[in-house]
């Protein structure tokens, strides 16, 4: 079993950046693949990027390539993504989500999820 928990969301101005958190209980962080997705009011729950258990290998979604990096840390069981150049299309529920030996990417992938986390860019 494992829990994720999510932090650092909050309003920023477009232009700006924040920087989310993702802590995740249990003993063997390093086998999972983590990634972040986010859902807009009315809109599905989309893939923003996700990394192998090794962190290693990387993907993001074309939408946020170039403005966004994901990262994790293993030692403390954190996975963090930094966002810069946010836009307000990037208003949303953040979404911390882990997949025992994959990297998921679709809703279907994730074995757990966090609770989210709202992240609003103002115009």
């Known amino acids: 079993q494992v829990q994720l928990v999510e932090s650092g969301g909050g309003l920023v101005q477009a232009g700006g950046s924040l920087r989310l958190s993702c802590a995740a209980s249990?003993?063997?962080?390093?086998?999972?693949?983590m990634s972040w997705f986010r859902q807009a009011p009315g809109k599905a729950r989309e893939f923003v990027a996700g990394l192998s258990g090794s962190g290693i290998s990387t993907s993001y979604a074309d939408s946020v390539t170039g403005r966004f990096t994901i990262s994790r840390d293993n030692a403390k069981h954190t996975v963090s993504l930094e966002m810069n150049s946010l836009k307000p299309e990037d208003t949303a529920v953040y979404y911390c989500?882990?997949?025992?030996?994959?990297?998921?990417?679709?809703?279907?992938?994730?074995?757990?999820w966090g609770q989210g986390t709202q992240v609003t860019v103002s115009s």
């Open positions: 249990g003993r063997t962080f390093s086998n999972y693949g």
């Open positions: 989500a882990a997949a025992r030996f994959r990297v998921p990417e679709t809703y279907l992938d994730v074995d757990y």
